[in-house]
């Protein structure tokens, strides 16, 4: 172990050579790496990744339906035809709950 180098501490800031790269925004505009641009626009909802867990016979479902889309040249989203599921039960719950 003697003939390895050294491990020294790791420096505050960047490596060297690395440069900051602005950030694009939706609409084109570039802004600095430690600003954020608005996370939302006007009527946009943000997707999240969830874990579900789905029955085999539905997974198949949506498969197939899918590749029909795309065959279609359609975009053919499985995650799309489960956000639409979801907003229309989620339409219907509220529906009963009034």
Do not use: H, N, W
């Amino acid at each position: 172990m003697d003939d390895l180098p050294a491990i020294a501490p790791l420096r505050e800031g960047k490596p060297d050579g690395a440069r900051e790269v602005p950030v694009q925004t939706r609409r084109g505009a570039s802004v600095p790496p430690d600003v954020r641009p608005y996370g939302r626009f006007p009527g946009q909802r943000v997707t999240t990744r969830y874990p579900f867990e789905f029955f085999q016979d539905q997974i198949e479902s949506l498969r197939r339906f899918s590749l029909e889309e795309k065959m279609r040249g359609e975009k053919g989203s499985m995650s799309q035809m489960a956000r639409e599921a979801f907003d229309m039960y989620i339409a219907k719950r509220l529906g009963e709950e009034r």
